[in-house]
């Protein structure tokens, strides 16, 4: 399985998505059979192809095959206990929604990826990709709920990230660090 993931990751970097997908799917299939088997580590390898074989559907414009890639991934890390897994995948499809403009489905899977990353240590959240899907639900909930709904939101957040959030978020440290969207799709900071 490594082997496949590794000759996967090489074709996706010199951009030869047909191999790169190919080699995922074998992949895929391999872990899975090793995971059913009750290999352990069956299910580490299987989050890894998943998250490639994500990137690629995206990398391809393939969005909803992209979306329930991720969402899959995020569902089995759930099932496994994989408090990470469980974040990236509800944040990454988060943000996939939002750049189809499906702000609704987009709202809900960065809460989904909150409330999985809510369980990591404060230090964590404050150095993750957490901060992303606290970002991108902010910004969407300004545009799809109302004011006091928003404010039980922003409560929240005080406790996960601290009483800095909103600097965190959308200020000089996230501007430097490596979890902010470099994507040109991102929305402005919404404060």
């Known amino acids: 399985v490594s082997t496949l993931l ?21 992949a895929i299939a391999r872990a899975e059979a090793a995971m059913e088997k ?8 299987w989050k890894a192809c998943m998250m490639l074989k994500g990137a690629l559907l995206a990398a391809k414009r393939k969005w909803e095959a992209a979306i329930k890639t991720y969402e899959s991934m ?29 702000l609704k489905p987009a709202f809900e899977n960065s809460l989904l990826a909150m409330v999985a990353g809510s369980q990591l240590s404060k230090d964590m959240i404050r150095q993750s990709t957490f901060l992303h899907a606290a970002y991108l ?3 969407l909930g300004e545009k799809l709920k ?7 939101l922003e409560d929240q957040l005080a406790v996960w990230i601290g009483e800095d ?22 929305p402005p900071v919404p404060f």
């Open 6 to 26: 590794v000759a996967s990751q090489v074709h996706y970097n010199i951009k030869d998505h047909e191999p790169s997908e190919r080699y995922a799917n074998e």
């Open 38 to 45: 009750g290999d352990a580590t069956g299910y580490h390898s």
């Open 74 to 102: 995020a569902e089995k890390a759930l099932a496994f206990g994989d408090i990470f897994f469980i974040m990236e995948g509800y944040r990454i499809s988060g943000h996939l929604y939002y750049l189809r403009g499906r």
């Open 137 to 139: 639900a902010v910004f």
């Open 146 to 152: 109302p004011k006091d709904e928003l404010k039980a």
């Open 165 to 186: 959030w909103k600097e965190l978020i959308g200020g000089t440290e996230l501007e430097k660090s490596t979890v902010k969207p470099r994507s040109k799709y991102m």
